[in-house]
């Protein structure tokens, strides 16, 4: 497995609370590995500095590396703009652009960036809808403003307009958990594609979404990395007791 | 017993004096409306609306020029005053945190509850001094001061209430901060933003004392920003001070309609506060 990302000490503190505690981990090409463990845990901590979320908050001190291709994403000479467009997210409650229609929002990145021509613009709607299987349910509808679609509708369109900017990784935050178990199920079978071009993160509550759709699966406890391995392997024996715990549902 | 007629009583006299304090503040309202409305709209005709002021002596005549003059006065109060209330509460809110913002807060807050004389005193003494002259520079300038405050702290409260998900669907898009703040999160409080200016238009467009001396006023059509310009607040005080019968009537006309303007003003704004909630 070549590793696409790697977590190396990787510390994050809010002020005095220390969320991350020195984690290292190797997130492999093309793979999905979920995230998982109480609330609280550091999850969303450890999957926001992958993309420099935490740049914009000022009590936020992230310390430790993060190499993207074997590169400091951290170094100072570094923009955090241009990681963001490798590094793509998809949030937790579906979040397209309240003011645009479904078209606008699947080349949202390019519209607030600048300009973009008109076929570009064509072509890399149908086929970013498409990829999440919206294209069917929206394509008469494409000018309809975006929050007219259904909240599973509204998700795969935010994810549609991640993968238009084209990144190599994308870093999903419970992008389940706010919908319905129909939709729930499209999105698990949409990351199932996705890895043939993506590295995807993906942070869930869900164990069997975390059974079902990941490669390997990491398990945090309290800011600390517990456990990191296969999916299988962390799902049937797991090294560590308090994994085993939180899986079968002891605690958490 | 006792207690619960106790509180039945402190209830009813809780009303009355709300009712009482309704009254209070809708009857000088609405007498302000009627009497202007009585004293003024005789004198409303189109002369009023195309004609300068008349000569003393001479009847007729009307306010066109102080007319001109207010809109002018506020396109250029605003040319100065939207860019940096907008932009001063884009960096607060989507910058700020720092030390700069806490100053600027302050000084927008001190701003804001400075009479607006002194506003005019600062804008003779940066524009009237130095260029040896009355203009609508410097009108406009006493103006902006008002409105910078204004602009400023109703743009950051709008600013605030944008969640901050919307922020982050650009951000994690690769768009840099400063294109989110002005494309997504600016452009999404604008409803708001724009009551706000409404507001402060509103509140500039009847100021008289920092007009004085600095706009000045002009009983003619001024063809140049570097001279003293009519304003409507001007050409209402002088007129209503003079000992004229005709020029107390153009008065009357004129706060007629600087009060209506003032009022639509207001309406719209509340009516574009109205449609945001429900939207
Ligand atoms: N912006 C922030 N400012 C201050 N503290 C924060 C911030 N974000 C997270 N934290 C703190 O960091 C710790 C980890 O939070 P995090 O959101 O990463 O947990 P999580 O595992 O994602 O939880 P959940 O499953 O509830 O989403 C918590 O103690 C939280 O209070
Ligand atoms: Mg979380």
Redesign the pocket.
Known sequence: MKTKVKLEDLNVH??K?H?VKGTTIDFGENSVTAII??????????LRSINRMHDL?P??KVTGRILLDGINIYERTIDSVSIRRLVGMVFQKPNPFPAMSVYDNVIAGYKLNGRINKDEADELVESSLKRVALWDEVKDRLKANSMELSGGQQQRLCIARTIAVKPEVILM??PASALDPLSTLKIEELIEGLKEKYTIVI?T?NMQQAARISDYTAF?YL?ELIEFGETKKIFTTPDKKQTEDYITGRFG | MKIFSFRKLNNSVMTLSMVMATILVLVPLGLIFFHIMKMGLSSINLDFFVQIPKPTGETGGGMANGMAGTFVLIALASLIGLPVGILGAVYLVEYGGTRISAVIRFAADVLSGIPSIITGMVAYAMLVEPMKGFSALAGSLALSLIMVPIVLRTTEEQLKMVPDTLREASLALGVPLWRTSLKVTLRSAMKGVVTGILLAIARISGETAPLLFTALGNQFWSNKLTEPIAAMPLQIFTFAISPYEDWHRLAWAGALVLVTLMFGLSLSARYLGRTKQQS
């Open positions: 809010f002020d609370n969320a463990g109480p609330s609280g845990c550091g999850k969303s901590t450890v908050v009590t936020a935050d419970e942070v509550h945090f800011g």
